[in-house]
């Protein structure tokens, strides 16, 4: 069985503008590279991941694809594209003939205008992606799942996976309409889940895994064992936890899966999903 962590993040804050970190000191504000990472994948008895964008460049995706391209252990990229831009099928067809590249991320969340996702000009482009097949992140907190069933029907063809669980506020045990809306998206068979980003939406000092386990569970009614996906978010989850515990704790709010439950939640899913090569 391979284990695939299907979203991490690689940064070299000398090549690019991470301004969504803020101006504070954090354990974020420094290089995050596949030297730093591969140890702790080790350490948790993690295979091979997905590197997903982290910042709105076309040259980041060139820069993560080489790093991909040098790491063999990591399976695929999924990058930014200017979904905008008219002339996005260029970017996606110079994207396309990159072997590790897998999908398309943007940070739709920190947009200023939460139903974002369905301005035209974006559907646009969702569609250029639904036509090639291309998978695309949907990067949300609770406040946009509400924008998502239109997006759906609007591109019935496009394959999307909600990733951190859309971050629910855990902290404050808040539930709805977190559970009420998702579930909506979830009854579409199209909509996978990344079972990552519990951590950094619990308290970051005092979180248990008992903490984590009501909302794991409503992830589970929701999207069953077959489309959802193990992620770390590392190295944002280093603001609370280590990457080995992160692995343990999210496997343990699981509880007792049979093989082939786990053999999906923790890597064929993901292998699927983004047509991952076997490396």
Known sequence: MTIVDSHQHFWDLSKFDYSW????????????????LKPLMD???????????AVSSIDEAWWLLDLADANDWVAGVVTWVDLQSPTVGDDLD??????????????WHDEPNDDWILSPAVLEGLKELARRDIPYDLLVRPQHLKYVPPLLEAIPD???????????????????????????IASNPSVHC??????TEAD??????????????????????DRMMFGS??????????????????????????????ANVVGRNAERFYGLGKG
């Open 158 to 184: 496009l394959r999307t996976v909600i990733d951190h669980i859309a971050k629910p506020l855990i902290a404050e045990t808040i539930m709805e309409p977190w559970a009420t809306d998702l579930a909506i």
């Open 204 to 225: 970051h000092e005092n979180w248990t895994v008992g903490e984590l386990v009501p909302y794991a569970d409503r992830i589970v009614e929701m999207f069953g064992y």
């Open 233 to 262: 978010d590392w190295p944002v989850s280093t603001l609370a936890s280590r990457y080995p515990r992160t692995f343990r704790s999210y496997v343990e709010t699981l509880g007792d899966l049979t093989p082939d439950e786990f």
């Open 21 to 36: 970190m803020g101006e504070e000191d954090s354990v974020l504000k420094q290089n995050h590279l596949p030297e730093t």
């Open 94 to 107: 110079a994207l396309q003939k990159r072997e590790k590249f897998c999908g398309i991320r943007h940070i």
């Open 194 to 199: 990344k079972f990552s980003g519990m951590v």
């Open 43 to 53: 350490e948790a008895g993690v295979d091979r991941t997905v590197i997903v964008q």
